[in-house]
């Protein structure tokens, strides 16, 4: 759960732009569409490269990865989901800390493989990154579900001929149109998988 970060980070990056946009917009954005997407927004709109504003919001935000919380359930769902046999891969936009953030939370082993923007894949909704997982590791299409809390997460998903589980517990931003299917509690996925 990195979004208290994510915004925090952003936050700061627009203050030293003179930037102004609160905090539950961002919020709002980084769900519905991008990181990306707010910085070139903001960015036109105050004159400031958004690709400046995206450079300074990783340094900014590379430090503060410890601050990052697993998901509510996330152990339990990837123990009984790994005692029952079935393999747990990552395709992230997060960059160079997706590793640090998972050994961080003791969760590295779970995944047999972690694809981050590093990798060089076109972004979601852009499925190339699941494409690849899926040609790579030989994946039953059927048998393979892509999780996710944001529309981007179950556009690729959908891209990608595969099913998509939206993560949105209660109180989030409603992003759903896309899912194939929908939980409010980690757990609930263990009914569907």
């Known amino acids: 759960d990195s979004y208290h970060v994510i915004v925090d980070s952003v936050s700061l990056t627009f203050a030293e732009f003179g930037i102004e946009c609160a905090k539950e917009k961002i919020h709002s954005i980084a769900i519905h569409d991008s990181i990306s997407e707010l910085f070139r927004m903001c960015g036109s709109r105050a004159g400031v490269d958004w690709k400046l504003l995206s450079q300074r919001y990783s340094e900014i935000s590379a430090g503060k990865y410890q601050m990052i919380k697993a998901v509510n359930q996330a152990y339990e769902v990837l123990r009984c989901l790994t005692e029952k046999g079935v393999n747990h891969y990552v395709f992230t936009h997060r960059g160079k800390t997706t ?58 998903a959908r891209n990608a001929g595969i099913p998509g589980i939206l993560y949105m517990p209660e109180g989030s931003f409603d992003v759903s149109g896309d899912e194939t299917f929908r939980v409010k509690e980690l757990l609930d996925i263990l009914d569907i998988v």
């Not at 640090?100 to 590093?118: E, G, K």
């Open 99 to 156: 590793i640090p953030v998972l050994d961080h939370l003791n969760m590295t082993s779970y995944f047999r493989q972690i694809i981050t923007s590093q990798n060089g894949f076109q972004r979601k909704p852009n499925p190339e990154g699941l494409h690849y997982l899926i040609k790579a590791n030989d994946l039953d299409r059927s048998q393979t579900y892509y999780v996710g809390d944001r529309k981007l997460d179950m556009e690729c």
